[in-house]
């Protein structure tokens, strides 16, 4: 009897792939100070929006209880839904890594309502918010879907999927140290791998690997804190 040994090999995108608008339905709060009441945000994002500055640029970030204070004026507040608790988990689970407008869990009480992720994703509404990641080289620019003039907290779920969905090149890869490396493969063959024997596995392996394999598992949504910048903020995520 012979046996056939089966042989994976990484694969990359040829072209940059085209991310789709995410159409999901687009309560309050954790504090990031502003230059003063009347700040104007821009239409486009101050900070580079392909790799993070160091995350010495950043204050600390101090995990706030759901049951957060009122709005205090001159600061910018973020919807408590999004907020990292301070202590236990949040009320919702979403894997990052799945499209939210599909695999959205939700509490028995159903927090996450299309009239929720409607809201405003900060007081006052931002037309641009900047998601900033540990031991990840990229930062995640979320901005408003569906014509919307103010982003969500729907689209700071989708836009977050979305980010993630981008592949990358050659030299994010092969730039990496022997460990990360293998780490980045490994959870490419097994993001495909989740499809089964199917054409959809075929597809997505085809795509090459992407930026949600950079995670290395780390696929859990686990809340927003406050940065230095009024406009930035510190993703958490934890093992599924």
């Known amino acids: 009897m012979s046996s056939r040994r089966t042989i994976r090999s990484v694969r990359f995108a040829e072209v940059d792939e085209a991310i789709p608008d995410v159409d999901t339905p687009s309560p309050t709060l954790s504090s990031s100070p502003l230059s003063?009441?009347?700040?104007?945000?821009?239409?486009?994002?101050?900070?580079d929006p392909l790799f993070a500055p160091?995350?010495?640029?950043?204050?600390?970030?101090?995990?706030?209880?759901l049951q957060a204070d009122p709005l205090v004026d001159g600061f910018l507040t973020i919807h408590q839904?999004?907020?990292?608790?301070?202590?236990?988990?949040?009320?919702?689970?979403?894997?990052?890594?799945?499209?939210?407008a599909r695999t959205l869990e939700f509490d028995s009480s159903s927090i996450l309502t299309p009239a929720v992720l409607a809201e405003p994703a900060t007081t006052p509404p931002l037309?641009?918010?900047?998601?900033?990641?540990?031991?990840?080289?990229?930062?995640?620019?979320?901005?408003?879907?569906?014509?919307?003039e103010f982003v969500t907290v729907s689209d700071v779920l989708s836009g977050i999927y979305a980010s993630?969905?981008?592949?990358?090149?050659?030299?994010?890869?092969?730039?990496?140290?022997?460990?990360?490396?293998?780490?980045?493969?490994?959870?490419f063959f097994h993001r495909y791998d989740r499809?089964?024997?199917?054409e959809a596995k075929e597809k997505e392996k085809?795509?090459?690997?992407?930026?949600?394999?950079?995670?290395?598992?780390?696929?859990?949504f686990a809340g927003l804190c406050p940065t230095r910048s009024p406009l930035a903020w510190e993703l958490t995520l934890s093992p599924v």
């Open 54 to 65: 160091t995350s010495s640029h950043y204050l600390p970030c101090i995990p706030l209880p």
């Open 164 to 187: 993630l969905r981008i592949p990358v090149n050659y030299g994010d890869f092969y730039g990496l140290s022997e460990e990360k490396h293998s780490m980045i493969t490994q959870t």
């Open 127 to 148: 037309d641009v918010m900047v998601l900033n990641c540990e031991d990840f080289p990229w930062q995640f620019v979320i901005r408003p879907q569906n014509s919307k």
């Open 36 to 47: 003063s009441p009347g700040l104007e945000t821009p239409s486009s994002s101050p900070i």
């Open 81 to 100: 839904i999004l907020a990292l608790p301070l202590t236990g988990t949040l009320p919702f689970k979403f894997d990052v890594t799945r499209d939210p």
């Open 206 to 220: 085809a795509k090459g690997v992407k930026r949600a394999d950079f995670l290395v598992g780390r696929n859990a």
């Open 195 to 198: 499809h089964g024997e199917t």
